[in-house]
């Protein structure tokens, strides 16, 4: 319960701050520290409570360990499992699947936090070493995801608003929009894992996960 909890109250956290903080410059690693160390325990639980359905024991420490930080690939078997066990569920589930799986904002999140998790926290640390990074800098990372929310419609129109106008207010609705595209990606994952253990998909512990990890869980903030 207190690992659901610390899981619910991370992604919070990291979208409270995504959608209400002004400047991303001095936002960006507080959002990519709760966040990848919130879906990395939200993708161990999704994972954890599959393999207790499958094999009616929970992983040991070491097979969870092995899993490091390595999001894209817990991602990849997430979304692997789940697809599978939400086979035989309703429309309404398989398409909050479906809309992850087709959200051009996930992925770049995905590899944005693994970089992150694995060796981005770092990055500006083993500069002042002189050491040589060969990995992008969490800067470029989320450049990557803000590029991918400027394929959605609204965020492009904000943006070609923006730069006709110029004016600070107009950049400001245009950050504003951008923010909430990558929010909103963070959530529709979120959910769509609730929703998912909620009817069952994980089995029967996972259904008490998924009321207690949902968004609609997380308290006053």
Same mark, same amino acid.
């Given at each position: ?9 991370? !992604?919070?956290?990291?979208?409270? @701050? ?14 990519l520290t709760m966040l990848s160390i919130g879906v990395e325990k ?9 393999? $207790? *359905?499958?094999? /009616? ?5 070491? #097979? ?7 999001? %894209? #690939?817990?991602?990849?078997? @997430?979304?692997?499992? !789940? ?9 309404? %589930? ?5 809309? @992850?799986e087709e959200d051009r904002v996930v992925r770049p999140l995905i590899?944005? !936090? ?11 640390? *083993? $500069?002042?070493?002189?050491? /040589? /990074? ?29 730069? *006709? @106008?110029?004016d600070n207010e107009a950049w400001a609705e245009f950050r504003g929009?951008?923010?909430?595209? %990558? ?18 998909? !994980?089995?029967?512990?996972?259904? %008490? ?13």
């Amino acid at each position: 319960m207190a690992e659901m909890t610390s899981t619910r109250n991370l !992604l919070a956290y990291g979208i409270r @701050v995504i959608r209400t903080g002004a400047f991303v410059d001095t936002t960006r690693d507080p959002i990519l520290t709760m966040l990848s160390i919130g879906v990395e325990k939200l993708y161990k639980l999704t994972l954890g409570l599959a393999a $207790l *359905d499958r094999y /009616q024991a929970w992983p040991t420490t070491a #097979e969870m360990k092995s899993r490091g930080h390595k999001l %894209v #690939e817990m991602h990849e078997a @997430v979304i692997g499992e !789940l697809r599978a066990r939400t086979a035989d569920k309703s429309v309404y %589930v398989r398409s909050l699947l479906a809309e @992850v799986e087709e959200d051009r904002v996930v992925r770049p999140l995905i590899e944005a !936090l693994d970089l992150y998790g694995c060796a981005g926290r770092f990055y500006y640390l *083993d $500069l002042l070493g002189e050491d /040589q /990074q060969q990995w992008a800098s969490p800067d470029e990372s989320w450049q990557k995801i803000e590029t991918a929310a400027l394929t959605n419609s609204k965020v492009a129109a904000y943006a070609a608003y923006a730069a *006709d @106008v110029g004016d600070n207010e107009a950049w400001a609705e245009f950050r504003g929009a951008v923010n909430e595209r %990558v929010a909103a990606a963070i959530e529709r994952l979120w959910t769509m894992i609730a929703v998912c253990g909620r009817n069952h998909a !994980l089995g029967e512990s996972g259904g %008490v996960f998924g009321f207690e990890v949902h968004p609609d869980a997380v308290g006053r903030q």
